[in-house]
């Protein structure tokens, strides 16, 4: 029997936690189905309960959170027996997006009960391990602006967009995979396990979680005035036809500055993160268990 271990954290998206973990708990019960629930009390504590469970194949840790309570749970477990189902109620999802999982709670939970399991890709980032995205650039910096808000939400990730963008400048970076070597002025650049940041912002695609491949996908410089329409091209799904934009495959890559930097700014599933050139990402194929809708396209 499938025991559902639930973990939530009060601190995603903006939904009332007590009010989810009521809806949450009525539906395992009504169903008979074997659970305890715990709320996080601090960054890395999901983790830590993961990482003591982690090798039982009747556990599903089911995340009450966004991408980063994804990634917190989901880093426990990679190479593991345990599994991982999402209850998206965090500020993007984007994981949850690109994987189908129904945005209302109702719904995600009757997962709990008809699904498929896959085993889906991850990367590595200097040894931090991701599942949506990872990158540099001005995604990285609004991160770190938007971590410091007192409220979530996609408006104020957008107004911390705004407030920066007119005074960002490019960098020159040094990207190389196994196939090239390039160098690049870029605003710029995510490494994309799945297709989209969240909220419907898709960076990259042609992304699949179970094709063994991490997208490398570079915005390059562009004027000022350009900005609004990669904007409305993100959020359109329509990025890909921008002269600024490129993407490829890769397993495997290195970043690093060529602005003799020695660190940079960058975030790991929208969260961040100060890390130290060079930057070494790599695929982890099929490394984590995960409930997902039925004949969906991943």
């Known amino acids: 029997m499938k025991h559902f271990f639930v973990i939530a954290n009060p601190a995603s998206g903006q939904k009332d936690t007590h009010a989810t973990l009521q809806q949450v708990e009525s539906f395992l019960l009504k169903n008979g189905l074997s659970h305890e629930i715990k709320l996080t009390k601090r960054p890395g504590h999901s983790t830590k309960m993961a990482t003591k469970r982690k090798n039982r194949s009747d556990i599903v840790f089911v995340c009450v959170g966004g991408d980063g309570s994804v990634n917190e749970i989901a880093k426990a477990i990679i190479y593991e027996e345990a599994a991982?189902?999402?209850?998206?109620?965090?500020s993007g999802n984007g994981l949850a997006r690109h994987l189908g999982i129904p945005s209302h709670i109702d719904d995600s939970l009757n997962l709990l009960l008809n699904h498929e399991v896959i085993?889906?890709?991850?990367?590595?980032?200097n040894g931090?391990?991701?599942f949506v995205t990872t990158g540099v650039g001005i995604d990285a910096e609004v991160a770190?602006?938007?971590?410091k808000r007192k409220t979530r939400g996609i408006i104020g990730y957008v107004k911390e967009?705004?407030?920066l963008f007119p005074t960002y400048t490019s960098m020159s970076y040094k990207i190389t995979t196994p196939q090239s070597v390039e160098k690049v002025k870029a605003s710029s650049i995510t490494i994309a396990n799945s297709s989209q940041f969240g909220n419907n912002a898709v960076i990259a695609h042609r992304a699949s979680v179970i094709d063994g491949k991490l997208d490398l996908c570079v915005i390059k410089s562009y004027p000022k005035f350009f900005g609004?329409?990669?904007?409305?091209?993100l959020f359109m799904n329509d990025l890909h036809n921008s002269r600024f934009?490129?993407?490829q495959k890769v397993e495997q890559l290195t970043i690093e500055s060529s602005d003799g930097k020695d660190a940079c700014h960058a975030h790991v599933d929208g969260e961040p993160i100060t890390l130290k050139y060079?930057?070494?990402i790599r695929i982890l194929k099929a490394s984590v268990r995960i409930l997902v809708p039925k004949s969906q396209m991943l």
């Not at 991982?84 to 965090?90: F, H, L, Q, R, Y």
């Not at 609004?228 to 091209?233: E, S």
């Open 128 to 130: 931090h391990p991701f």
């Open 119 to 125: 085993q889906m890709d991850s990367g590595d980032i």
């Open 144 to 147: 770190h602006k938007f971590a």
């Open 245 to 247: 934009y490129t993407s």
């Open 84 to 90: 991982m189902a999402i209850i998206p109620v965090g």
């Open 161 to 163: 967009t705004v407030k």
């Open 278 to 280: 060079p930057l070494d």
């Open 228 to 233: 609004p329409h990669i904007g409305l091209r």
